[in-house]
């Protein structure tokens, strides 16, 4: 509350506007990969099975090699090598008469009642704990999925069906949020047939089932939840938290707002047991506080309120992960995501400051003031604290205020009180996270992968930002995962394997961490792209191997500059010269299109017979387009050398040279006369320009030397000369592009 509480709700434009003086803005991808492509050159691998959907449950098994899928009706045990091969199927439809019952409760026997897998989790060396919607009534089982590698098994254990119940939801569309610690499963959703009664469950293992108290919106309010997470507290087991992460409807929201949807961190006691003569069977240490993700503008912050997925990252401490989360606006004037990180000291710190306490003629919310009793609600009854051996133990007056207090006042804000990452009016909104962090020759980097709900995975990584812990996160790849856009529901990273599994309504995917060779030929090109995975080892962009001798290893993270590590750099290709010819009054196009999609181009030219190089003017008879320059109403004085350089983090690298030749309206009849009379040309080099070019070029048509390609420009449209159809973004079609600074000359604008 406090800073985010009634600023939090600003209205209509004037959020878009805080978002715009926060500095934000949509950052474009360095690459921008289509499906095509990634299985072409890529090795993006899918998987999927016949007449199954709904692919929301991945379980990464790195003991067995195996990536787990539930689907609907389905568990499928799949290669982490290799998804397409050596794939086990298990069916787990629903009875006959479940779905017939569902069907007669109004439900599509179609879509609906089936047996969605909803969860997945690793229970011992040999079993699987799985639990699915069953038609509208949850189920659970475990699944035997044997000792070795080599011969995996894929089965029900007989007898272990049971009631889902607490476990898994009833109604497909709803998400499921559960952590299995010991023999006990945490889990966070509606535990009835109405979706109406959200709890958070304890059940399994030896010790009484615990819940939340139902149908009491001071503790859950229609909640949405999102992760579980165990994360110890100390060094002793009996202060171990369980953590959910939900949005709910803000019971301390003004009436005039209406229906807020809020964000939530909620944390429990492991050794909770409830309590003795009140809250009998329910969590006396359940506490909850909001997660604020939002940007600082003049009039206000501009707030994302809707938590989609949240990734633990451990560190070398256990007890202080980094909580990697995407959330997405709730506003209807535009649309938006962002990162945001949190650290769990500052999680810790919101739970023990002030109780949010609702009094006063208007109701307000204002921070508790009175006597808070001991030992202090949401504190675990344990030796670290106190001397309470459980919370069976714990006085009437702690249950009562803990029944009463649930909320805190205090939010807990980012790291840097701001997003790490955000998109705004982008077109897809983030929807999964998984985070790897990375050893390069610079120190460590969080890379992230972010899946979103058109079928992509953006490919960025946090670089520091000034004084710590400021970072901000560049864009590197967009990749599409998916041909039919599907939205990404689940992920899961292997850093021991350098994959990322990804799966979506329609398929799972399969793809590498890095694609080291897409980043380019050329030394500056490696450097530039920044990709902690890659560097530049003498000859290629290749994995970065820290081991490897630091000659080999040429990187740039922090910085992206090439200018000094690549300055030596003999391996560049040599920049070839093509002829191109056009027709004075016609139109030429002169294609340039760099392969990154953050550098912009620049055109340079010099005259037939003079040294100096100017600047293309950006006005008058030229037009620059992505894909290259378009000259229109040509003159003979328009005939030089043409340089197009991409220029990236301020470094130059010069992608083509063009020499253009503007023909009067008699040679370009001759030319056309010697096109027709040619015969077709054999595969190989064709030489027979060169006859034509002694006509243009009297002296031997020598032109400037090296490799030549002849191309005769015929008059573009008179009307609107446009340019060729440009490819996707994202590739480029030169097959060379060298590393070093162009040459610049004079600026003048003056024959255009």
């Not at 497909?172 to 010991?182: D, E, I, Q, W």
């Not at 089932?209 to 002793?236: A, M, Q, Y």
């Not at 949401?378 to 803990?402: N, R």
């Not at 010819?581 to 017979?609: D, I, K, M, Y």
Request: proline content about 6%.
């Amino acid at each position: 509350m406090g800073r985010a509480t009634a600023a939090a709700m600003i209205p209509g434009l004037a959020l878009l506007w805080a978002l715009l003086q926060g500095g934000a803005a949509l950052s474009t991808p360095r690459l921008r990969l289509s499906f095509q492509e990634l299985q072409a050159r890529h090795g993006l691998r899918t998987f999927r099975l016949e007449r199954t959907c709904c692919y929301e449950a991945l379980l990464l098994d790195e003991e067995h090699g195996r990536l787990f899928v539930g689907a609907e009706n389905h568990v499928v045990s799949l290669s982490l090598d290799n998804i397409s091969k050596r794939a086990k199927k298990l069916a787990w439809p629903a009875p006959v008469e479940w779905r017939e019952e569902c069907n007669w409760a109004g439900k599509d026997i179609g879509t609906e009642c089936m047996n969605f897998i909803k969860l997945l989790h690793i229970y011992n060396h040999t079993h699987l704990l799985a639990c699915g919607t069953g038609a509208f009534h949850p189920t659970c089982a475990f699944v035997e999925v044997g000792h070795r590698l080599e011969e995996p098994v894929l089965r029900l254990a007989l007898g272990s069906l049971e009631d889902g119940k607490g476990k898994s939801p009833y109604d497909p569309r709803h998400r499921a949020a559960s952590v299995l610690v010991g023999e006990e499963l945490y889990s966070g959703v509606a535990a009835d047939l109405m979706g109406r009664d959200f709890t958070i469950f304890r059940s399994l293992g030896q010790r009484p089932s615990v819940r939340t108290e139902p149908h009491d919106s001071r503790w859950l309010n229609e909640p949405k939840f999102i992760k579980v997470f165990w994360i110890p507290e100390s060094e002793n087991p009996d202060d171990d938290k369980i953590y959910f992460f939900f949005r709910e409807l803000a019971v301390e929201a003004a009436p005039a707002l209406g229906r807020l949807s809020l964000s939530r961190v909620g944390q429990i006691c492991r050794n909770d047991v409830g309590g003795q003569r009140s809250l009998v069977n329910k969590w006396t240490t359940f506490l909850k506080a909001r997660l604020v993700c939002s940007v600082p503008g003049i009039e206000g912050d501009t707030y994302f309120d809707h938590l989609q997925d949240v990734f633990l990252l451990p560190s070398k401490d256990r007890q202080s992960p980094l909580l990697y989360t995407v959330f997405s606006t709730s506003s209807s004037i535009f649309q938006g995501s962002a990162v945001c990180v949190y650290s769990m000291s500052d999680v810790r710190r919101a739970f023990l400051g002030p109780f949010a306490h609702k009094e006063g003629p208007m109701h307000q919310w204002v921070p508790y003031q009175g006597r808070v009793p001991y030992p202090r609600p949401g504190m675990c009854p344990s030796k670290t604290f106190g001397t309470f051996s459980s919370t069976k133990d714990f006085p009437d007056d702690v249950i009562q205020f803990a029944r009463n207090h649930p909320l805190m006042y205090n939010s807990v804000l980012p790291m840097g009180g701001r997003p790490l990452f955000l998109q705004v009016s982008s077109g897809y909104t983030f929807t999964q996270i998984v985070v790897d962090r990375v050893a390069a020759a610079d120190g460590h980097y969080d890379v992230l992968f972010i899946g979103t709900d058109t079928g992509t995975v953006l490919k960025v990584i946090s670089v520091p930002k000034g004084s710590r812990p400021n970072s901000e996160g560049l864009l590197l790849e967009e990749l599409q995962v998916f041909e039919d856009s599907a939205v990404v529901t689940s992920m899961q990273i292997s850093s021991k394997r350098h994959q990322l599994y990804v799966a979506s309504k329609s398929a799972v995917a399969q793809i590498s961490l890095h694609r080291c060779a897409s980043h380019g030929r050329a030394c500056a090109e490696c450097c530039l792209a920044r990709d902690p995975y890659c560097a530049w080892d003498g000859a290629t962009c290749t994995r970065f191997q820290s081991s490897a001798k630091r000659r080999f290893r040429r990187q740039d993270i922090r910085n992206g500059d090439p200018s000094t590590l690549c300055s030596g750099d003999s391996s560049r290709p040599k920049l070839l010269e093509q002829k191109v010819f056009g027709v004075e009054g016609g139109s030429t196009f002169l294609e340039c299109e760099p392969r990154s999609l953050q550098a912009h181009v620049n055109w340079t030219f010099q005259r037939v017979g003079e040294a100096a190089r100017t600047q293309v003017p950006v006005e008058g008879r030229t037009e620059h387009t992505a894909q290259g320059l378009l000259l229109r109403r040509l003159r003979r004085q328009d005939s030089g050398v043409y340089q197009c350089a991409a220029v990236e983090q301020g470094f130059s690298q010069p992608l083509r040279r063009v020499a253009l030749h503007v023909l009067n309206a008699a040679q370009a009849e001759r030319l056309a006369r010697v096109e027709e009379t040619m015969p077709a040309a054999p595969p190989g080099p064709k030489l027979w320009y060169r006859d034509f070019l002694q006509l243009v070029e009297p002296g031997g048509g020598g032109g400037h030397g090296g490799a030549h390609s002849l191309r005769m420009c015929r008059p573009l449209s008179a009307s609107r000369p446009q340019p060729p159809e440009p490819q996707r973004k994202g590739r480029n079609r030169r097959t060379h592009v060298p590393e070093q600074r162009a040459e610049r000359g004079p600026r003048s604008a003056a024959h255009w």
